[in-house]
């Protein structure tokens, strides 16, 4: 099994600022989209005034966003990729079975940035968007999903990943990665993580003790290969209940 750590939603350099924490609860704003790519309002989300707060006033209700990845009412999870990044994935061989652990960049009223884990999706089946089908190109495209609406690589690799998941109805202290007190980049992480290894993470100096990662500044996908560890599984399945709770 192989463990996706996915950078979503806005930051300071995507949108301006970092997704709002509101009564509790981490409320992740989808990116900013360019012309041609979304048909989706931050409004349409009900997200507009939270745009409108994190952009300083730079996004609003009439803006138009990247809406993925997407979580349907019934459990169904789509996430698409595209350009260098689904390279990467493809590269390091993610595909069905494997789970994609959604974190970002939120704050609390008062609190300071940090990047905490917010959903997941349990892939299911892996789709290139250029020789899908048209009549169920044209489904996903009635949802608004926007590798659907127009490819977004120029190399053509824009990629489905489908299957179940959900998104944490808390910002709970188990699924927050930044150290308490810490820039966002200082993460705690499970040990076995260092001993297996993360994508973008190869310098030494990055794991700066057990237990504790410098996480890169950029970068989207970022790719653990667990094999079979029960260590491993088991930490993912409680933050898929965490997630569920």
Known sequence: MRIVFSRKGFDSASGGGPSPIVAGRPVTLPIPAGAGLSHTTYGALGLGDHAAKASRGRLGAESLCHHDPMFRDDGQVLLGQCGAAQTHLANRGVGAGDVFL????????????????????????????????????AELAALGFPHALALHASNGNDTLYLGRGGQASRASDALRLTEEGASPTNWRVPEWLGEVGLSYHHKPERWTMPGQLKSVARGQEFVADVGERDDARRWVETLVAEMDA
């Open 102 to 137: 959604f974190f970002g960049l939120f704050r609390e009223e008062a609190g300071k940035p940090h990047h905490r884990l917010f959903g997941f999706l349990r892939v299911e089946e892996v789709l290139p968007l250029a020789t899908m089908d048209s009549a169920r190109k």
